[in-house]
Each structure stands twice: as structure tokens, then as C-alpha cells.
């Protein structure tokens, strides 16, 4: 891997992680958590309670709870347990499939993608200890995993964030079937939307008369000709017989509407996957399961006509307009909440700390925290069908939980521990905060301390050249700045990095993107001095030491 790294120039850019979260204690063990502030998410709140925790199962919840001798006592001093989060929309661990050659058809059963409906996520898992470990970070416990691409897309299995994705990390295999409305990509039929429709469609009606056929040779196969065996029709047979639920993507508005209708042809156990225009739909979400995302798109990306009436005429720029239209999108979870439509929240694809970064939007566009953290644990955990082994502090219940220092999805709270089948993971402090108290001596303005300077304007896109022996790499970084604290991307020649963590200290800016490359995870930390438009500084590298970087802000 390094020296493929050093030949392609790009060493400078990976870092090995330094810190750690700690693995404390083995499943087996026994652990009380006591003086905790309990969020059971379904049973209310408990002040001052304890959770026993045994062979990775919750045994006891409460403020009257008998610990046990065995017990390792974790004193908590008042930090808030939650349940961990469940995200419904991963593709965390499939490999990426070879593309079609050319002269390859669309059509069903193709190796395209139209017809996947066999396939089986669970026996495919594939993932490196650094990509669970940031989930976990995050506070994710558990991901349902299936792909976003195709029509008829496999069969979902739902793994635990351990160490490795192994048989033990499988919780429930199969979840659900699912469909997507992807239309693109096909070198023939289904080539449009109309084709896809239609294959979809006759896909549902031909697998119902396949189960009737094939549980006729089977009830008494004498002197009937055995039917031919189609393995794609077989998957399909519980889901049009409604024993296995069925998960369509649909995000916008006419996808929403066009599952729903055919949810009601076929008498599917239907629940709508995104919803990010759920908001305009609310008319026909009752009686299917639905699950928001909260990956909110862009205001250009919102469909139909009547979005653009619905924004209210400002006498101010098209940025105002804009900012109206992120507003009405982000409350969308809250305008579902309001119109009594019940559904769970999922990342939409993202990263683990962007789909709490977007719970928190979601929060601050009007939905109740409470509620949000539900459709993040118990609501997913009802529409995966494994409520009664998730989602809540329950006795009997898997021992995922989140210890944090607030109430969890607060502005306040930072984890300090995540529990997943009773596996206790410590994660590192956060950075400390730099301190705007006035010096000793009492001088400065009351808020400010002496000396103190004002934090540079770091925002816009920067060429950015790192600099190894092994030669210079280029990357663009692009940058949004909200105070002392920026987000954006970074590309570079390995593909598009969210920025974590970035920073402003007076004229010091700081920052970590982690790259995917060849089946791991690196992770890059960024530090320099920023001196108008022109930034310098290192990057560290792990094991592979540090280097220079230099960068240049774009006009």
C-alpha cells in the first residue's frame, strides 16, 4: 500500500489515525452504570438510575438496582445513557460490484443492476475497523445495509457497529427487499422512467404467479411438470405475499406518490425510503412506514412548480430567498411530526457525524429533540422489525447505548462512551475549547481577553500543495466559515473529503479529512497560519511522518 502511495505521490496525503477509542471489557462481562441520567426513549426519564449490563443484554433499569459483585461499576456522575442510533440508509460494507462490459443488456436479471432481488447484503460485508470505528463514534450502533443502485436492489441486513462485520455482527438477516426508481445506466430496457415503471410492475405480478405455481408442484408435484426454478421470482414471493416488508426509495415528491400507489397494486408491507419531499406528500403517508432523511438537499434540487410559489416574496436578494427555501426543507421532519405522521430519520447515505450534525438541524428547524432522537432509535428500530431487541433501555433489550455528557443531540453534549452488544468503547476527549476569559491582571473589555486577536476570515476555495519527497500534490479545499469553526470539502487526486473537526484560532486553522484508498481508511490532519490569502503549515501523516503544505486563496 505505501509504496503503490509513494509511486502515485499521494503518501503526503494519508494519516493514520493516533487516537483510539479503547475497547474496555469483553461481551461477557458484567457492567453497572450508575448515577446516570437514563433516556429509555419509550418509559420516560430516569434521574440517578442504573443499567446492568450482562452478556451483552440490559438486565436491569432502574433507580433500585441489586449490582452484583461480578459487576465492574462505572460511576457516571450524572452523564446522560441513551440508546444507540440506528441509521436505515447504509451501504456500509458492500463491496463495489464490476461495471457492465460493453454489449450487456438492461433487462431483467442483467448484471446491470435492474434485478437484484436475490441478493443477499449479509453474506457480502466488508469493512475496516476505522470505518465502524467512526460510526461509533458518532454514536451509531447499528446500520441497515443494502445498496442505493438498481431497481429491484437485494435484501437488507441489519449489523451491529463491533469491531468487525462478522457472523456476530449480523442482527437481523433478511430486513427488507429493496426497490429504487433509478432509471439512468441501462443499456436498454428499462432505459426510462415509463421502462422502469413498467418493469417494476410486471416484476411483482409475475413473482405472485410464480409462488402460486411453484406452491402448486409442491403441494403434489406428481404428474405435473416441475415449473423452471428463478431465483430472483423466489426472493420476490414473500414480498408480494406481504411477509417480508418492501423498501422503496423514494425521495422526491412523485416518487413518494408513485410507491404509495404501487405499495396499494401489489399489497405491499410498503415503507418509503428518504421522504426528503415528505413535506408535500403528507396526503398519502398514512399507512406506510416512512423514513426521513436528513441528507436535505439543496434548494435547486427540490422538484415541482409549486415549490418556488410556496417560498414567501422577500424584498431582499436571491440569497434570502434561498435561505427561506433551507428552512422550509429542514422542517420537513418537524412538519411530519406536526401533521401526527409517524417516522424514523436516517442519514441519507452520509457520514455517522454528518447525520448527527443534520439531526441537529433538524432539531433547530422545530422538530422536539425528543422526537428526533425516537426516529433515530425506537422508530427505526419498529420499521427494521427488531423493536423488541432495539431501539430503547429496556430490560432484555441489546445493550447499545451512547453515555453523554448532555442530553444527547443537544449543542452541548460530547460522547465519552459507546456500549454495542454490551462492549464498551472509550473515545477520546474532545479538543479543549480555547478560553475567552480575561487575563489575571483584569485588563481588556469585559468578554474579550487582552491580546486576544480576532479570528481570520479563512472561508472560500484555496488551491492547496502538499510537499514530500516524493514530489507536490495538489487538492482544492473549499471552505464554509461560521465564527471560529468551518466546514467544506477537499479533493485531491483519491476523490471528495468532508472536512471534520475544522477550526479557527486567530490567524492558526486546523482540519482532518478522511480518505478511502484501497479498502482503508486514513485519516489527515491539517495545520497552518493563515496570512491574508496565502496559508502555510504541516500536515501530519502517522507513520509516514509530516510534511509541508502551502495554499493560496482563489479570487
Do not use: C
Amino acid at each position: 500500500m505505501a509504496s503503490r502511495l509513494l509511486r502515485l505521490g499521494l503518501l503526503p496525503l494519508l494519516l493514520v489515525a493516533t487516537l483510539r477509542p479503547v475497547v474496555v471489557q469483553a461481551q461477557g462481562e458484567t457492567w453497572a452504570l450508575t448515577n446516570a441520567r437514563i433516556e429509555t426513549v419509550t418509559r420516560g426519564v430516569i434521574e440517578g438510575g442504573t443499567i446492568l449490563v450482562r452478556d451483552g443484554l440490559i438486565v436491569a433499569v432502574g433507580t433500585q438496582v441489586s449490582i452484583p459483585a461480578s459487576a465492574v461499576v462505572l460511576d457516571l456522575g450524572g452523564k446522560t445513557i441513551s440508546p444507540g442510533l440506528i441509521d436505515l440508509t447504509s451501504t456500509l460494507g458492500i463491496p463495489p460490484r464490476p461495471a457492465p462490459q460493453p454489449g450487456q443488456g438492461g433487462g431483467q436479471g442483467a448484471s446491470d443492476g435492474a434485478m437484484q432481488a436475490a441478493r443477499m447484503f449479509a453474506d457480502e460485508l466488508e469493512a475496516s475497523g476505522e470505518t465502524l470505528r467512526r460510526s461509533r463514534e458518532a454514536g451509531v450502533t447499528a446500520v441497515l445495509v443494502a445498496s442505493d443502485r438498481g431497481l429491484f436492489r437485494g435484501l437488507s441486513a441489519l449489523v451491529a457497529m463491533r469491531d468487525t462485520l462478522d457472523a456476530l455482527a449480523i442482527i437481523k438477516s433478511p430486513v427488507a427487499e429493496h426497490v429504487g426508481y433509478q432509471s439512468g445506466g441501462f443499456s436498454s430496457y428499462p432505459g426510462s422512467l415509463l421502462g422502469v415503471i413498467s418493469f417494476q410492475r410486471q416484476a411483482f405480478y409475475d413473482a405472485a404467479r410464480y409462488g402460486l405455481v411453484m406452491d402448486r408442484w409442491r403441494s403434489n408435484p406428481r404428474g405435473v411438470s416441475r415449473p423452471e426454478y428463478d431465483s430472483q421470482l423466489e426472493a420476490l414471493v414473500p414480498v408480494v405475499r406481504g411477509e417480508l416488508p418492501t423498501f422503496v426509495a423514494a425521495t422526491k415528491e412523485n416518487e413518494i406518490r408513485r410507491a404509495v400507489r404501487l405499495g396499494k397494486e401489489h399489497n405491499l408491507r410498503l415503507t418509503l425510503l428518504g421522504a426528503e419531499e415528505a413535506w408535500r406528500a403528507i396526503d398519502v403517508l398514512p399507512g406506510s412506514g416512512v423514513v426521513v432523511s436528513v441528507d436535505f438537499p439543496r434548494p435547486n434540487q427540490v422538484t415541482g412548480w409549486g415549490f418556488g410559489g410556496a417560498i414567501p416574496s422577500l424584498p431582499i436578494d436571491s440569497t434570502g430567498r434561498e435561505e427561506a427555501a433551507r428552512k422550509m426543507i429542514e422542517r420537513n421532519p418537524a412538519t411530519l411530526h406536526d401533521a401526527g405522521i409517524p417516522f424514523a430519520l436516517a442519514s441519507g447515505g452520509t457520514r455517522a457525524s454528518d447525520f448527527v450534525a443534520n439531526l441537529k438541524k433538524a432539531i433547530a428547524a422545530g422538530l422536539p429533540r425528543e422526537v428526533a432522537l425516537a426516529g433515530a432509535t425506537v422508530r427505526a428500530a419498529e420499521l427494521a422489525g427488531v423493536s423488541s431487541a432495539l431501539g430503547s433501555v429496556e430490560v432484555g433489550k441489546i445493550a447499545n447505548l451512547i453515555v453523554s455528557s448532555a442530553p444527547f443531540l443537544s449543542d452541548s453534549a460530547t460522547i465519552s462512551d459507546v456500549f454495542v452488544d454490551g462492549v464498551r468503547y472509550v473515545l477520546p476527549p474532545p479538543p479543549p475549547r480555547r478560553s475567552t476569559a480575561n487575563s489575571a491582571s483584569g485588563r481588556g473589555r469585559a468578554g474579550s481577553a487582552a491580546g486576544d486577536t480576532a479570528n481570520v476570515q479563512f472561508g472560500g476555495a484555496w488551491t492547496i500543495v502538499t510537499n514530500s519527497p516524493q514530489g507536490d500534490s495538489e487538492s482544492t479545499l473549499t471552505v464554509t466559515q461560521e465564527g471560529a469553526v468551518f466546514s467544506g470539502t477537499m479533493v485531491s487526486q483519491l476523490g471528495s473529503s468532508a472536512i471534520e473537526g475544522g477550526r479557527i484560532e486567530g490567524t492558526k486553522a486546523s482540519w482532518t479529512i478522511t480518505l478511502d484508498f484501497g479498502g482503508q481508511s486514513f485519516s489527515l490532519t491539517y495545520a497552518g497560519e493563515v496570512s491574508g490569502t496565502r496559508i502555510s503549515g504541516t500536515v501530519t501523516a502517522g507513520e509516514f511522518g509530516s510534511f509541508t503544505f502551502t495554499g493560496e486563496k482563489r479570487p
